[in-house]
């Protein structure tokens, strides 16, 4: 087998990490950035992992909302469990949450050009 043929094994075919399958029953999540890509995928796993509240930490209350319905779509997640949230979030979670039991810190990245 070639180099590359071999790497490109390696890396795609044979090496696929295997699904957490942990419980987080009882458990709050905060995802950040999880308007799109992997904080909305990220939420939408947690889902099936029996979260029981899922904190959609976004710049945007829009996409928040946008966000939080795209999750209950694809997934069977009561209403209850998802909450949109955005600039003021830290204060509503330090007066209102008995605890935190993840923070999911999603990176974004913001650009000023739309090359």
Request: charge should be positive.
């Amino acid at each position: 087998m070639s180099f590359l043929a071999a790497f490109i094994d390696r890396q795609f075919i044979h090496n696929k990490p295997p699904l957490p399958t942990a419980s987080f029953k009882g458990q709050t999540i905060i995802v950040t950035g999880a308007s799109s890509g992997l904080g909305l995928e990220a939420c939408k796993h947690l889902v099936r992992m029996g979260a029981s509240q899922i904190i959609l930490a976004c710049r945007n209350i829009d996409k928040a909302n946008t966000a939080v319905k795209s999750v209950q779509a694809t997934t069977t997640c009561p209403s209850n469990v998802l909450k949109a949230s955005v600039l003021a979030f830290s204060d509503r979670v330090k007066a209102k949450l008995p605890r935190v039991d993840v923070v999911l810190a999603n990176a974004g990245l913001h650009t000023l050009s739309s090359k």
